[in-house]
């Protein structure tokens, strides 16, 4: 767990190591990433955010094609969602009722299912800027039998939004010196941000869950 922190707070030097052994190779390596992070459920601990925003300022600096990029894994991001959501369809209920292993944790499931009572379809959108609650949204939508085009429609415009907002962020603002020389600052900055949305949430959803027990 530790040394899964360290890549991803030092994420920019680990992609330059990988670049530098792999080439460009890194596109499809980026590419898996993203779409393990978005469409298996087993695998929300990935970087998503921070990966994007290293790999548009190492763009920035000519190793990579910040456009190439960008399409890549914007459909990885939708591709990512779109087998998630067929997960969630045909093994929604049998999840509901398994087990609790140690990558897979029904509180999530429960957190972001109540996202879904709140927010609905924009879900999707909104929690592509929410580690965690970004995996688990598309199986929801899947278990819930949401429309399918509905579905699409939102993956397409969260899946853009959040990898253009992330990879065009770090290629115009990620080599600005007063970032460089803090960039291990700023990823932690994008993580936190990220987090917030989804921690007030929870801790709203919890005061009011005992405010009815009270009552």
């Given at each position: 767990?530790?040394?899964?922190?360290?890549?991803?707070?030092?994420?920019?030097?680990?992609?330059?190591?990988?670049?530098?052994?792999?080439?460009?190779?890194?596109?499809?390596?980026?590419?898996?990433?993203?779409?393990?992070?978005?469409?298996?459920?087993?695998?929300?601990?990935?970087?998503?955010?921070?990966?994007?925003?290293?790999?548009?300022?190492?763009?920035?600096?000519?190793?990579?094609?910040?456009?190439?990029?960008?399409?890549?894994?914007?459909?990885?991001?939708?591709?990512?969602?779109?087998?998630?959501?067929?997960?969630?369809?045909?093994?929604?209920?049998?999840?509901?009722?398994?087990?609790?292993?140690?990558?897979?944790?029904?509180?999530?499931?429960?957190?972001?299912?109540?996202?879904?009572?709140?927010?609905?379809?924009?879900?999707?959108?909104?929690?592509?800027?929410?580690?965690?609650?970004?995996?688990?949204?598309?199986?929801?939508?899947?278990?819930?039998?949401?429309r399918y085009i509905r579905f699409?429609?939102?993956?397409?415009?969260?899946?853009?939004?959040?990898?253009?907002?992330?990879?065009?962020?770090?290629?115009?603002?990620?080599?600005?010196?007063?970032?460089?020389?803090?960039?291990?600052?700023?990823?932690?900055?994008?993580i936190v941000v990220s987090f917030l949305p989804g921690i007030v949430?929870?801790?709203?959803?919890?005061?009011?869950?005992?405010?009815?027990?009270?009552?």
């Amino acid at each position: 767990m530790l040394h899964l922190i360290q890549i991803i707070l030092h994420v920019d030097t680990y992609l330059v190591d990988i670049v530098n052994q792999y080439g460009t190779w890194i596109y499809a390596i980026l590419t898996a990433v993203i779409f393990c992070e978005t469409g298996l459920v087993v695998t929300p601990f990935l970087p998503g955010d921070s990966l994007l925003f290293a790999a548009g300022s190492l763009a920035a600096i000519g190793k990579m094609k910040v456009h190439l990029l960008f399409l890549l894994l914007a459909t990885a991001a939708v591709l990512g969602d779109n087998v998630n959501y067929a997960f969630g369809r045909f093994l929604g209920e049998k999840a509901m009722l398994a087990k609790e292993g140690r990558f897979f944790k029904r509180e999530y499931l429960e957190r972001t299912h109540h996202f879904f009572e709140k927010h609905g379809g924009r879900t999707l959108v909104l929690a592509r800027f929410m580690p965690i609650i970004r995996t688990f949204a598309p199986f929801v939508a899947g278990a819930g039998h949401m429309r399918y085009i509905r579905f699409l429609g939102f993956s397409v415009l969260g899946g853009i939004l959040w990898t253009s907002l992330f990879i065009y962020g770090g290629y115009f603002f990620g080599n600005l010196p007063v970032v460089q020389h803090n960039f291990t600052l700023v990823i932690m900055g994008i993580i936190v941000v990220s987090f917030l949305p989804g921690i007030v949430g929870y801790l709203r959803h919890r005061s009011e869950r005992e405010s009815v027990v009270e009552e």
